[in-house]
């Protein structure tokens, strides 16, 4: 225990450098703006950002996308209350009574109380991170290859299950990850894999190529289709402020968010959005008097605001643990990681403590400069939300340019992206899912070697990935997860038939 | 076309994709006697998964259990998309030779006459933007951007 506070202490001395204390406000500040703009999600927005940490060293990279994330969680709640237009899905809930707030001219307590919410669920669930990593990289340290094969597998399963409406559809999105990630010259045999003699494809298709190609311009695409000419009015804001009433109300409904959502957070099969509508729904069952959810209780806010925000941080204790992302965004941080050279898991603990305490560390940073920021710039981020969408359009896809150029410096990769932008709004357009596809590219070039490696150590045989005790427990989680869906409708069927 | 349609055109459309994936992996000889597996065992195995999962989305098709009828689209709402994504492929032909500044502005002032913005609104806009994301990340970031045939030198 002391072990964790002198390291935690260490990560500070990483994270209180002025710099990447600026990184960190700059962060926050630019995530609140994605979170903020219409027209553009936090993935999207996250991986056109990229490139800016091109360079950075990798500590100060992941401060500042971490602020970013904070921030579009933060920025989504902020339109959520006021247009009631959600940022993203995690924040849907939050409209219910957010909106009503606003429109019985409470704005300004239920803003504060999703900013106080976010910030105690961020400050509990880091705790929570610390106590949960150091014990679960104890463990995956003794992982071998065929623990690690069935690990991912575990993840691309996951988080397809949740991915869409059609499973089929998002398996197939996740094997054309894993196609792509076969792309390129074979680590272990040196020998060139479908790269059909085009000399750029020998080092296989960059991940930010399929991410801002995927998420970013096909997300532009499939908006110009039917641009909303309404102009979004926000509802005035008023002062900023909470009464004591107010916040004893909610304090109770912020802590059994904040634990609903780290939990939720942890497990790889879901995620911020299953947190806040849990969260929301214990919430109304455990209250009094419950006809005031959905007409604007101040709890309905305060619940779901932190068991999101928990969730984001529980999300991060696989990510950092084991390598394993378990939504978009955290798919996005790990292949942010791995283009600094960082292999996130047990071993970035070991060899990277900068960057693992620097990160705990500057969650904490990230959420106080959150609360301290946000608060008095209300004003502004209301602003930004009159912007008209068909002027960012084409802004997002000059700085997804930059985003793909700039790193590589190859106008094969540029052509790539669009080609995988055009393929992804077809695939959004016919319900087929685009995360399991940009998570198979992150992952597939680690699965395949690790399921080569423990196959050289079975002579061949793939009985080792049921034969050893943690990997077959992982094989059968895999499973259950995909059958997820299925077994959640059977159940509430089941419960939904009369009862004799 | 409907959805059900297109959901089974887009399955033997992944199915030839897959046999021909699965075909080029036929050719991937390892020289390792180390590795049991070699280069060719992966993408075989995501090969047949593939024709699997188009097989049993053909089935779903079929028999009408496919994911749940949607409006098909008008051609008019393709029509938008389709013409950003060809300007934007122009828009990177023509990035190395006229540089970042000039081809995005071209970009984005094409782009916005397109969805309707006003075109003096526009061009300011597009200036800006371009003048100053191409600072920023070259300036200040030190990200390596096209400067073009006008910006050589700057």
């Not at chain 1, 019985?104 to 105690?120: D, E, K, N």
């Not at chain 1, 991410?211 to 532009?220: H, K, N, Y």
Request: with cysteine.
């Amino acid at each position: 225990m002391t072990e964790v506070f002198s390291s935690l202490a260490y990560g500070f001395s990483v994270a209180l450098t002025p710099t990447n204390l600026m990184w960190a406000t700059v962060g926050s500040i630019i995530g609140t703006l994605i979170g903020v703009l219409p027209g553009i999600g936090p993935v999207s927005g996250i991986a056109i950002l990229i490139p800016v940490t091109y360079g950075m060293n990798p500590a100060s990279a992941m401060i500042l996308l971490t602020a970013m994330y904070y921030g579009t969680m933060y920025g989504g709640s902020t339109t959520s209350i006021l247009v009631n237009v959600p940022g993203e899905a995690s924040s849907v809930v939050t409209t219910l009574d957010g909106y009503q707030m606003a429109r019985q001219g409470r704005a300004g307590p239920a803003l504060a109380i999703a900013a106080i919410g976010s910030f105690v669920a961020g400050t509990f669930s880091i705790v929570g991170l610390m106590l949960f990593a150091v014990p679960i990289i104890s463990l995956a340290l003794k992982f071998g290859p065929a623990e690690y094969f069935c690990l991912m597998l575990l993840g691309l399963s996951s988080v397809t299950s949740l991915a869409g409406k059609s499973l089929v559809k998002a398996l197939l999105s996740m094997v054309l990850g894993l196609v792509v990630s076969t792309i390129g010259v074979d680590l272990s045999t040196g020998i060139a894999r479908y790269t059909f003699g085009i000399p750029q494809l020998l080092d296989g298709v960059g991940f930010l190529v399929v991410a801002i190609g995927l998420f970013a311009i096909s997300e532009v695409l499939l908006a110009v289709e039917e641009i909303a000419t309404a102009k979004r009015e926000a509802v005035p804001v008023g002062r900023v402020w909470l009464a004591w009433k107010d916040f004893a109300a909610s304090w109770w409904a912020m802590i059994r968010g904040t634990v609903i959502g780290f939990y939720i957070g942890v497990l790889p099969a879901a995620g911020a959005t299953i947190a806040s509508f849990m969260a929301y729904d214990v919430e109304k069952r455990l209250a009094k008097d419950p006809s005031g959810f959905g007409k604007g209780d101040i709890r309905g806010v305060a619940a779901p605001e932190s068991a999101n925000n928990a969730a984001a941080v529980g999300n991060m204790v696989p990510l950092l643990t084991l390598g394993l992302p378990g939504s978009s965004t955290t798919a996005i941080m790990l292949g942010a990681l791995m283009m600094l050279g960082i292999q996130p898991g047990p071993l970035m603990y070991q060899k990277n403590p900068d960057v693992f305490w620097g990160l705990i560390a500057s969650m904490y940073l990230g959420n106080t400069m959150l609360l301290i920021l946000n608060l008095p710039l209300v004003g502004l981020w209301v602003k930004i939300l009159a912007i008209p969408e068909r002027i960012l359009y084409p802004l997002i896809l000059g700085v997804s340019v930059i985003g793909v150029y700039g790193v590589s410096g190859s106008l094969t990769d540029l052509l790539l992206a669009c080609g995988f932008g055009l393929l992804g709004y077809y695939m959004r357009r016919h319900d087929y899912p685009v995360a399991p596809a940009v998570l198979g590219v992150v992952l597939g070039g680690l699965m395949e070697q690790s399921l080569r490696q423990a196959l050289v150590l079975s002579d061949g045989s793939y009985w080792i990935l049921v034969q050893r005790p943690i990997s077959l427990v992982l094989l059968i989680l895999s499973a259950v997860s995909l059958a997820s869906p299925y077994l959640i409708a059977a159940f509430r069927k089941f419960q939904s038939e009369p009862q004799f | 076309m409907g959805q059900r349609s297109h959901d089974s055109l887009a399955a033997i459309l992944v199915a030839a994709a897959c046999i021909a994936y699965l075909w080029g992996a036929q050719g991937f000889q390892s020289p390792l006697v180390a590795d049991p597996l070699g280069p060719s065992a992966f993408p075989t195995i995501l090969g047949w998964s593939g024709l699997l999962l188009a097989a049993v989305q053909i089935i779903l098709a079929w028999t009408g259990r496919s994911s749940p009828e949607e409006s098909p689209g008008s051609i008019r709402g393709y029509l938008k998309p389709l013409v950003l994504f060809a300007l934007l492929v122009v828009y990177a032909l023509v990035l190395e030779p006229a540089g970042y500044v000039l081809a995005t502005f071209a970009f984005v002032v094409i782009s916005f006459l397109m969805l309707g913005e006003p075109l003096w609104r526009g061009g300011l806009i597009a200036a800006g933007f371009s003048t100053g994301f191409y600072y920023l990340f070259v300036k200040i970031l030190k990200i390596n951007l096209p400067a073009g045939m006008l910006f050589r030198g700057w």
